[in-house]
């Protein structure tokens, strides 16, 4: 599956630019499509994404990664819908495909054989139910980019939030599954038409609202763009969390996130989750918080199955709980990473959650921001096939 938004500097498109002003229809008229197997589960907590650091060579303030965030918020952004996003603390690559990575970026030298009518492409993974891959490249080699609405230049966010549709799910409005494609101009008119116009358009009109609505339906847990924040999403401190969740920083540092509370007694947390117990108390069941993590890369404390489900590579029970814990093995404290305690030869520990300050003031709680469990979570979100490319014009 591929889908990519044209030029307005083509014959064909200027057309198209002179249709949309004799039909300035832009209400909504249900002319949403989605792409089938195209929509991610977002159960397990927001789409990853990752911006490639160079971004446009056009731009060299990086405007235009802030431009890429925005359009993403645009999307979240919609009333209603649950979509989130999450930016990787990996950097982009300029590359497509299933290489763990889902970035966006420009595409310098057109090696990526765009041309000079299309202005970006989307391409990922479809038809195999959920999308666990994505990508977007921008035509940097025959097309001027700007954010600050220079006229002869392609504007950054009005392709992006155009590409990040694609990017969740959506094709364009008026194509015709497995047809034609069509210009999507009229009535139909919505960021999804495939042609830009030229016009400054940097938030999804009501097609497109209603479009992600359907395939990301409000989940009724509270959370919004601005908080509080759902599962998986960053977060500073526990009241930024929607109920429910706390803020955690998992084993190590790396960047908190929203999570679930769990227990020797009950180690359940979802897919992209890992149980991390802490230190039990006397004879009380250990408590622990929900880690993102991938599969087979649970941090030590977590608790396991089998030894492939651990980074360490051994998951050995730990008697006294009557649990299994991926292994980071001691005599005392002193054996443990930092923040981490021994206990009957485990490491166990080195969560936190934090509690937000008392008012006023913005939450300030202390929390790191590094490279973690975080990174292997996305890599596991992104496993998955590559389909073949299919360039628009
Ligand atoms: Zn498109």
């Known amino acids: 599956m591929t889908a990519c938004r044209t ?26 499509l989605a792409i089938e197997g195209g929509a991610w589960d977002i159960e397990d907590g927001p789409i990853p994404f990752a911006l490639e650091p160079a971004g446009s060579d056009d731009i060299d303030d990086d405007s235009e990664l802030e431009a890429l ?121 919505s960021i999804m038409t495939p042609a830009w116009d030229g016009a400054i358009g940097r938030t999804p009109m009501p097609d497109d609202e209603e479009g992600v609505k359907a395939l990301y339906p409000d989940d009724g847990s509270g959370g919004g763009c601005d908080g509080p924040f759902r599962k998986g999403e960053a977060c500073s401190c526990d009241d930024e969390c929607v109920e429910g969740l706390v803020c955690v920083q998992p084993p ?10 769990c ?17 039990p108390e006397g004879d009380d069941r250990a408590e622990g ?23 360490s590579g051994t998951c050995a029970l730990l008697f006294d709980l009557a649990r299994s814990i991926c292994m980071e093995d001691c005599d005392d404290d002193d054996d443990c990473t930092e923040g981490r305690r021994c206990y009957d030869g485990f490491c166990l520990g080195g969560t936190s959650h934090e509690a937000c300050p008392v008012p006023p003031g913005p939450c300030g709680c202390a929390s790191s921001s590094s490279s973690g469990a975080f990174g292997s979570a996305v890599a596991l979100l992104a496993a998955g096939a590559l389909l073949a490319r299919r360039r628009r014009g």
Not at 123 to 138: E, K, M, P, Y
Not at 145 to 150: A, K
Not at 301 to 309: E, K, Q, R, Y
Request: aromatic fraction near 6%; proline fraction near 7%.
């Open 252 to 261: 190590g540092g790396g960047r908190s996130v929203c999570g679930e509370l």
């Open 69 to 189: 965030r925005s359009a993403f918020r645009a999307w979240a952004c919609v009333p209603g819908t649950s979509v989130r996003f999450a930016e990787s603390e990996e950097p982009g690559v300029v590359d497509m495909g299933d290489d763990g990575v889902n970035s966006l970026f420009w595409d310098e030298t057109g090696d990526f054989g765009l041309g000079p009518g299309t202005l970006g492409v989307t391409s990922g993974d479809a038809g195999n139910g959920v999308r666990r891959q994505a990508d977007i490249v921008f035509n940097g080699f025959d097309s001027q980019w700007s954010t600050d609405e220079t006229p002869s230049a392609v504007d950054v966010g009005s392709i992006a939030v155009h590409e990040i549709g694609h990017y969740i799910g959506l094709d364009h409005p008026c194509d015709k599954p497995g047809g034609q494609e069509q210009n999507c101009n009229g009535p139909d008119r």
């Open 289 to 311: 918080v929900c880690v993102p993590s991938a599969a087979n890369a649970k941090p030590p404390g977590a608790v396991c199955i089998s030894d492939g489900d651990c980074a």
């Open 7 to 32: 030029s307005p500097l083509l014959p064909a498109a200027t057309a198209l630019l002179a249709a949309s002003i004799a039909a300035p229809t832009l209400a909504y008229d249900g002319a949403y």
């Open 263 to 279: 227990a020797s007694d009950d180690s359940h947390c979802g897919g992209a989750f890992a149980c991390v117990l802490g230190m």
